[in-house]
């Protein structure tokens, strides 16, 4: 691999998206607020006088995707003095986007006594 491709891996792997920040603006509001601002939750859990509200959230798009790639040609040529035909291989990357295919990242707000005292976020890399 050529060191100008090298130097390029770490600047590629800077652009990798984070998940987003767990938004705590929530702790200290009331239940009515939270689900007047988030909808209507997706679970709802009840223990020991807790209540957690459980919210599906978005999933985590995956950054830029450099991919290895081995390649095959074959190629013919002719021209003013003779003709011929050549075969090559090479190894390269192949640079695209990531798709949305991570798990979505569930973010419970946990309460007691009708406020929010708390706010978690479930699954691999949702932070």
Same mark, same amino acid.
């Given at each position: 691999?050529?060191?100008?491709?090298?130097?390029?891996?770490?600047?590629?792997?800077?652009?990798?998206?984070?998940?987003?920040?767990?938004?705590?603006?929530?702790?200290?509001?009331?239940?009515?607020?939270?689900?007047?601002?988030?909808?209507?939750?997706?679970?709802?859990?009840?223990?020991?006088?807790?209540?957690?509200?459980?919210?599906?959230?978005?999933?985590?798009?995956? @950054?830029?995707? $450099?991919?290895?790639s081995? =390649? %095959? *040609?074959? /190629?013919?040529? +002719? !021209?003013?003095? @003779?003709?011929? $035909?050549?075969?090559?291989? =090479? %190894? *390269?990357? /192949?640079?695209? +986007? !990531?798709?949305?295919?991570?798990?979505?990242?569930?973010?419970?707000?946990?309460?007691?006594?009708?406020?929010?005292?708390?706010?978690?976020r479930q699954?691999?890399?949702?932070?």
């Open positions: 691999m050529r060191p100008a491709a090298l130097a390029l891996l770490p600047l590629l792997a800077a652009c990798a998206q984070a998940p987003p920040p767990v938004d705590t603006s929530w702790v200290g509001r009331s239940e009515a607020e939270l689900v007047a601002g988030l909808g209507v939750p997706n679970r709802v859990y009840e223990a020991e006088g807790r209540r957690v509200l459980a919210y599906d959230g978005p999933a985590v798009a995956s @950054g830029p995707v $450099v991919t290895p081995i =390649g %095959l *040609g074959v /190629g013919r040529w +002719s !021209g003013g003095w @003779g003709s011929g $035909v050549g075969f090559g291989t =090479g %190894l *390269g990357l /192949g640079f695209g +986007s !990531g798709a949305a295919t991570a798990a979505p990242c569930p973010t419970n707000y946990e309460l007691r006594d009708g406020r929010v005292i708390g706010v978690t699954g691999a890399g949702c932070g």
